[in-house]
């Protein structure tokens, strides 16, 4: 059975394979990462059956349903709820984490997104205007317009993270 990483004073004098396994046996670790891998999988299908083909940046894209980023920081909160307690350091430190996480997907990273929207159509359409004293030319490429989240992708990455950690965490 994984445990949580222990507070341990390994960092003097331990092997470098002491280091890979520990890594290797931390459960929250383990359970937050599959979260993310879980959540880019369920937004790439999704993206599959809207766009009838495949695109591999969905794989590690941000933005889209569901949120791999409230996912992952849900999952490392609620696991390390399980594990160390609610009273625990490292439950406030992750949930603080996940608040700010899934704060910023929806907020600032979805404007961000929109204003993307906004400055490829301006550089669109000067791009194709008929009057040469009204085309430009622009070295920039296209901006990434996907980035944030919507409301309801960042409950269900949230959701779908709680749901990973419970399940893991009394398997692991």
């Not at 290797?24 to 891998?37: A, D, F, M, Q, Y």
């Not at 608040?99 to 404007?111: K, L, N, S």
């Not at 359409?125 to 085309?135: A, C």
Request: net charge neutral; glycine share 8%.
């Amino acid at each position: 059975m994984l445990t949580g990483s222990t507070p341990r004073s390994t960092c003097v004098g331990s092997s470098k394979m002491q280091y890979v396994t520990d890594l290797l046996n931390n459960r929250i670790l383990i359970i937050s990462g599959t979260s993310w891998i879980t959540a880019q999988i369920i937004k790439t299908i999704i993206d599959v059956i809207i766009n009838k083909e495949l695109n591999p940046e969905r794989l590690v894209g941000a933005g889209g349903m569901p949120s791999c980023h409230s996912a992952t920081v849900c999952a490392l909160a609620t696991s390390s709820a399980l594990t160390y307690g609610l009273q625990s350091f490292e439950f406030a430190v992750s949930t603080l984490l996940a608040i700010i996480v899934m704060y910023d997907a929806r907020g600032v990273r979805r404007e961000t997104g929109n204003q993307a929207v906004l400055l490829n159509n301006i550089m669109e359409y000067f791009k194709t205007q008929e009057i040469p004293q009204w085309k430009l030319e622009f070295n920039q490429e296209k901006l990434k317009e996907l980035i944030g989240h919507t409301p309801l992708q960042v409950v269900v990455g949230a959701l779908l993270g709680i749901g990973i950690a419970f399940f893991m965490c009394s398997f692991l």
